[in-house]
């Protein structure tokens, strides 16, 4: 990852976990922009939507975080979470317990699962 993109993904992260999503959106699309293969953008500038409550496009980043990293977990649940909010719950489902088994005994996957299906 280029220093640039590196800078603009810190700065993002810090505003998301600073509950400024709406701004941390600002930093994590520049940082795509100069690294749209980097899965760690992807799912960040994910979980900044999903924050903003725009799960369409929560969802479409979860969706490449996952193609970049078909490993990241934690890309699956998010996808899973935007599916439920979507009103998809059987594919909703499925990615979270697919989190789950890459995760097994994860208690946040297995919360947000029996939440959906209950």
């Known amino acids: 990852m280029s220093e640039l993109a590196y800078s603009l993904y810190q700065k993002g992260l810090k505003l998301l976990k600073l509950n400024r999503p709406g701004q941390a959106i600002l930093f994590l699309e ?17 979980r900044s939507y999903y924050n903003c409550r725009r799960f369409d496009l929560a969802r479409e980043h979860f969706e490449k975080a996952i193609e970049i990293d078909p490993t990241n977990d934690y890309a699956y649940f998010g ?39 209950y």
């Open 30 to 46: 520049e940082a795509k922009s100069l690294e749209p293969g980097k899965g760690s953008i992807r799912e960040a500038l994910a």
């Open 79 to 117: 996808l899973g979470l935007c599916l439920a909010k979507q009103g998809d719950i059987a594919k909703a489902a499925g990615h979270i317990k697919m989190a789950l088994a890459m995760k097994p005994g994860n208690s946040v996957y297995q919360r947000a699962l029996d939440k959906i299906q």
